[in-house]
């Protein structure tokens, strides 16, 4: 079984040399407002940039690349409402593979319209009435299929570390500090892979949203923490219940810390996107944005990468970040 | 006097390798979703990522960084409240030139802020009580000051033509059309260098706000006509009220052709931006992708760079921008 197979620092210079005819080698954009306000220089890596929005697209490519057909005629299978199921729905439409995007019934109309018109085929379970483990057997009675992790697989978990791979080579220098989103721990662990691919100095941080930092708990106590809730935060590409395997198992050698952001914090900092960087950030996307703009850790001298990890964002949500901006007079000191 | 000395293909070349190592090299970007709409290829080059948040940069830097400064101790002045001020200060803190920005007293107060943020000396004068003409007069007895005008010099035309030198690098391959924002028409007027500079064989078309179609109402006619208003539409950044005469000699022979866009067009642009391509684009800075979006042209099969040209909205119109886009299926057909 390959899914349990550890990547390892190979695997993302592989994956780099892979996605580099097909990613967008996103931009690193410096902000003047944005270094004064930290004291550092801060380069932010602009995932939200990427095909389908999203730094998603990297492992999903990476791992549908090198799918075997003959072994998979039905293709893949993804369950995800969110950008891990978006990016395997384009990459199976630009690959020709038939991409299974598996979503509850319920899931909002806007995210079924989007996988669909993306290429992938979506299939809709009633939750509480089906599980998912029936509607894989129900997939995979048809043909064989290939199930894609957004976490737990080695070629996912390269393709993801791509994107600091591209970051050291724009950034032109040492960087000092990478701090990245966490959700299950896919982009933290393939980010930690890529520092040692590129032989970089760079300590790691994550950052995830108040009341979903399982990651940061499971680092103080060595094992697999779960979150006592599973939604409640505007980050909803964030809200793994527990740190997935093969990630945590990096994770607790290599990341140096775990930040939080509110739900305030990273309203400010989408609406600190808009009006300096003139991108559009979703809120998982810009929780690392976030941790460093509430100024809680002194980052002074140093030269930072930020991931900015995606950019799908409701429009009510971005209103809210509108909303709350026009009091912030502190974020253009 | 440089300042009506004409611009070459040569100077845009020259202007490249002045912005190299200090001007974003902005991405050009792809959306499935508007090769779809369109049938074409469209390479979008986002400007709205350039420093100070649009194309205005490239001129005032390639401007300023030739500055005779001890012809010049006062350094520089531009009467502009919007993104050529913005862009003037903010070259002349980088290059430490003093950069006194003029604007009327009325002016929305972010825009004086955000001028003297990047470094701008801001002088206030009374509109109707005092003449741009006199508050000039005023700065000049202090010091000599060199005027920069957003269109109508040498080296602020060639620095706006580099966008595209960028683009036709990035697009690998021939471009059959680019498509640029006009409001005085120094980037149309740039671009067309460029496309000469670097032997291309794409056709330029611009776009303007509707009611605001100096550019094309003088092509036709053969001389500089103005328009009817000054004031009205939401593309603040394109109000000129005729067009420059050293942009337009070049203009009137290379302009294929000048679309129009209403303000509905727009803010649906402004939208599609941001569902689709994680941007945000000001009205100006939209327009060219408005144009084509409402699909008055034929582009099937032709490979198409769009100038997004600026990204400094404000909140109010990207709001209307949001609320617009809720009925718009046909964006995602």
Redesign the interface.
Known sequence: MTTLTLPSADDVLDAARTLKPVA????L?RS??LDRLTGAEILLKCE??QRS?AFKFRGAYNRLSRLDRTEFPGGVVAYSTGNHGQAVA?VGRMLDIRATIVMPSDAPANKI??AR?NGGEVVLYERGKQSREEIAAEIAARMPVSVVPPGDDRFVVAGQGTAFIEAAEQARGEVDLVVVPCGGGGLAAGTGLAIEAVKSRAELWAAEPQDFDDTRRSLASGKREVNARFSGSICDALLAQTPAEIPFSFNRRKLAKVLTASDEDVLRAIRFA?DE?????EPGGAVALAALLNRSEDLRGRRVVVLLSG??VE?NV??RA?DI??SLPVL?E
Do not use: M, S, Y
Request: charged residues 20%; positive net charge; without cysteine.
């Open positions: 967008v080698r996103t931009p954009l003047p407002a939200n940039l929005g384009t319209i989007k018109e808009f960087l003139r991108l559009v950030v950019g799908n429009p971005f209103r509108l901006g026009e253009t």
